[in-house]
């Protein structure tokens, strides 16, 4: 069994985000970045699915500039086999088409059999990558996985459907599974694990391999968002706040 | 027609988002001068067609092709790829709901044209700019297709249902060509882990949990308060994954959509999956320690402070005002 999993280096939830001089996108140099939140519950997924069978071999694959070796090394000290780094210059690709297809371009030739994503990123949160990617790839789909089951040649899936409704599908392998967060408690990398990380190999593809020329999407400028609700803040004391509060529940909204 | 709206089939009802999407392409096709169409698959398709009637489109597609009875991801993707390919729409728009998430990326990638999801606004000019948010919206951004068609999604709440104009369509029905060996995948029954014994939807107050709470024991502060002031509980994902409280109180993409006459945010931060779900509150009262949780943005009083210290204190004086 070839598991790939499909990881992305993301702002961290506490970062800050200035903008870019020309407002589209973030200044990556002031920026904490960690590995997407539900991308690390596919991983863990990944991890297990291996575990259950006894057999295969996982691999991350992240697509971005240098730094992202950061998260590959940490999936690697996770226990992923082996990394593949789609490698980025400059500011990132937004286009959720024009990246699917550099991850097809790539792994093509790899013939896996499950590839796992989180559902979506934390930072432009376009949640396709993995449902495009196993289109091209002629896998079948599933998406907001909330449990799985591994067989030898399918995968159950229990999917979230919306207000407290899930459902079971059974996926013919090769398939493409978008994980939801909370799926499962992800590990720590061990000590020896964060050693051993550092002899397994990470393949390097250069952008010109991978990047199609064409663009279905972009991005043009970020900006904070503006609202036009008046909000009263209220702060200080607790006291002050809880006779504010009093007041506001009784005269304003006339709750008590 | 220009503008084609995917209906989606909500267990035999219309989704409440689809009414917005309608609403949404609507308010698109009078300022880009363009004509509006429906589609209604499977075996509810007469059914949403019917709930449409009386909506201001050119016509109402139908498609009753066995395969898609019921919604499965290949049948469905091929479907509207079929239709798109007969039709030749511009735009085609759905709401943002978990299944066009399951399936449109899928026509996106067999079409070869863009999706751009989960948009809060269009503004208009040469060609539509649609409006995202980023980073667990702390951030907007302007996207522009690259293509001369696109798939996009409203967030729930975009457009209002209330502004849809009435009309009369033309209802025709048409065919897609599919193949059994098409659809791969077995789709079980669809199963509630948990009834909810509690109406969330129908609740005019509700006292609502998140992470800020930090731990378990924490809990009994949320429900002294909503005990005194007469309010349901309902808690963030989080909190709910940390099984601290039951997934039926759940709000937000994954759990109930509210509109009370108050919601009470206790230590929710505001992440956008959260916020979906509750945005319509008459009021929100929203407490947290960060003075940049996104909630605040949202809030109509936001609370800068321990909730921990300020709820139970606050509980007791409700208290004593009624005694």
């Known amino acids: 069994m070839k598991i790939a999993v499909l990881i992305k280096q993301v702002p961290g939830s506490d970062s800050a985000l200035p903008l870019t001089g020309d407002g589209t996108w973030i200044d990556d140099s002031l920026i904490t970045f960690v590995m997407n939140e539900s991308d690390n519950y596919a991983l863990e997924e990944a991890l297990r699915i291996r575990e259950k069978i006894n057999d295969g071999e996982v691999v991350v694959v992240s697509m971005g500039p240098d730094r992202v070796q950061r998260v590959i090394r940490e999936g690697l000290a996770k226990g992923a086999d082996r990394g593949i780094h789609l490698e980025e210059d400059g500011q990132i690709e937004t286009d959720p088409l024009c990246i699917a297809k550099s991850f097809t371009s790539v792994l093509e030739d790899e013939n896996f059999d499950l590839v796992l994503t989180g559902l979506q990123s934390d930072d432009t949160g376009m949640g396709q990558t993995g449902i495009l990617l196993g289109e091209l790839l002629g896998m079948s789909t599933a998406t907001l996985g909330i449990e799985t089951d591994i067989q030898s040649d399918t995968i159950r899936v229990k999917r979230e459907l919306e207000s407290g409704w899930f459902q079971w599908i059974k996926l013919p392998l090769p398939a493409s599974v978008s994980i939801q967060s909370g799926i499962n408690q992800p590990r720590y990398p061990s000590l020896k694990g964060i050693m051993g990380a550092k002899k397994k190999e990470i393949k390097i593809v250069a952008q010109s391999e991978h990047r199609p020329d064409t663009k279905w999407q972009s991005l043009n400028r970020l900006f904070i968002p503006q609202t036009n609700k008046q909000t009263e803040t209220l702060n200080g004391d607790a006291d002050t706040i809880v006779n504010r509060l009093v007041e506001i529940l009784r005269s304003d909204l006339r709750i008590i | ?323």
Not at chain 2, 32 to 46: C, P, Q, R, T
Not at chain 2, 228 to 236: C, T
Not at chain 2, 279 to 306: C, L, M, Q, R, T
Request: proline share 4%.
């Open chain 2, 1 to 323: 027609m220009d503008i084609l709206v995917v209906l989606e089939d909500n267990r035999g009802v219309l989704h409440r988002m689809s009414r917005e999407a309608i609403a949404g392409a609507q308010k698109l096709a009078s300022n880009m001068n363009l004509s509006v169409g429906a589609l209604a698959i499977g075996e509810n398709a007469d059914t949403l067609a019917n709930e449409v009637a009386n909506t201001n489109m050119q016509e109402v597609l139908v498609v009753k092709n066995e395969l898609v009875a019921s919604y499965n991801a290949d049948g469905y993707a091929e479907t509207i790829n079929q239709v798109i390919e007969q039709e030749s729409p511009k735009i085609i728009t759905v709401g943002h709901t978990y299944q066009t998430r399951d399936y449109f990326p899928r026509v996106s990638a067999k079409l070869d044209i863009p999706f751009i999801p989960d948009i809060i606004g269009v503004r208009l000019g040469d060609d539509p700019v649609f409006n995202k948010q980023v980073f667990n919206a702390k951030l907007a951004a302007d996207l522009t297709a690259e293509a001369d068609q696109v798939l996009i999604s409203f967030q729930s709440a975009a457009y209002s249902e209330d502004e849809i104009e009435s009309g009369k369509p033309l209802i025709r029905e048409i065919s897609v060509n599919l193949d059994p060996s098409l659809i791969r995948s077995e789709s079980e029954k669809p199963f509630q882990e948990e009834a909810g014994e509690i109406d969330l939807e129908s609740a005019e107050v509700i006292v609502s949990v998140g992470r800020g709470i930090e731990k378990e024991e924490n809990i009994p502060i949320a429900f002294d308060l909503a005990k005194v002031i007469g309010g349901e509980i309902a808690s963030s994902r989080p909190v709910v994954d940390s099984g601290w409280l039951p997934l039926f109180r759940q709000i937000g993409s994954s759990g109930q959509n509210v509109s009370p006459k108050l919601y009470f945010a206790l230590g929710i931060s505001g992440a956008i999956q959260h916020v979906v779900g509750m945005k319509g509150s008459k009021n929100i009262i929203a407490v947290n320690k960060d003075s940049d949780a996104p909630i605040f943005e949202i809030a109509d009083y936001a609370v800068v402070g321990d909730l921990l210290e300020i709820i139970p204190k606050l509980t007791d004086a409700l208290q004593a005002e009624k005694d």
